[in-house]
T-cell receptor
Framework: RKEVEQDPGPFNVPEGATVAFNCTYS??????FFWYRQDCRKEPKLLMSVYSSGNEDGRFTAQLNRASQYISLLIRDSKLSDSATYLC??????????????FGKGTKLSVKP | ETGVTQTPRHLVMGMTNKKSLKCEQH?????MYWYKQSAKKPLELMFV???????ENNSVPSRFSPECPNSSHLFLHLHTLQPEDSALYLC???????????????FGPGTRLTVT
């Protein structure tokens, strides 16, 4: 079983639509959760961290369900500039040192006029 | 943004060549990483350095050799690569405070490597 699984898409949506991405992770010891965004031929950039209580940043809302090992990202009022690949990322810690990030393959979003 | 820089941005090399990739971070972080990103695959962690010490080597072939002379610089030395090593090589950095949680990483623009 893959460590972080996402629907690869593509999700093709019109401007103004609401779109949701889901992600599941296999290791229940995972401790940190993020959504990264990667534009075509560019590096990944942090979009937002995901907290157990859920969190919102403008049009973006992230949710975490530890019991189901499930993370979601909701984008409201989609803009053309939201077109990108969205990477679900899970972090683990080992002892007292910095842990590693495990990346999903990403979900591709294309917002059309 | 110039938090993490990588050179060169593009590299074409033959299987018998030796080359090096360079990464520099200007964020004051103490952990640095090399990742490989191939088409249709998730990012694969290759090496981790914490406080200049290598803490992880994810079963990477010896034709890839990392070097971390200080907490701001990271190199990836390449020799006798194979065509399947063609990929985007990304460097990242983060701040390790120890314990939980794992903090976000900041990526450089990557080096697109083609092995012929």
């Amino acid at each position: 079983r893959k460590e972080v699984e996402q629907d690869p898409g593509p999700f093709n949506v019109p401007e103004g639509a609401t779109v949701a991405f889901n992600c599941t992770y296999s290791n229940s010891a995972s401790q940190s959760f993020f959504w990264y965004r990667q534009d075509c031929r560019k590096e990944p950039k942090l979009l937002m961290s995901v907290y157990s209580s859920g969190n919102e940043d403008g049009r973006f809302t992230a949710q975490l369900n530890r019991a189901s090992q499930y993370i979601s990202l909701l984008i409201r009022d989609s803009k053309l500039s939201d077109s990108a690949t969205y990477l679900c990322v899970v972090g683990m810690n080992y002892g007292g040192s910095q842990g590693n990030l495990i990346f999903g393959k990403g979900t591709k979003l294309s917002v059309k006029p | 943004e110039t938090g993490v820089t990588q050179t060169p941005r593009h590299l074409v090399m033959g299987m018998t060549n030796k080359k090096s990739l360079k990464c520099e971070q200007h964020l004051g972080h103490n952990a640095m990483y090399w990742y490989k990103q191939s088409a249709k695959k998730p990012l694969e962690l290759m090496f981790v350095y914490n406080f200049k010490e290598q803490t992880e080597n994810n079963s990477v072939p010896s034709r890839f050799s990392p070097e971390c002379p200080n907490s701001s610089h990271l190199f990836l030395h390449l020799h006798t690569l194979q065509p399947e090593d063609s990929a985007l090589y990304l460097c990242a950095s983060s701040q390790d405070f120890g314990g939980t949680p794992t903090y976000e990483q900041y990526f450089g623009p990557g080096t697109r490597l083609t092995v012929t």
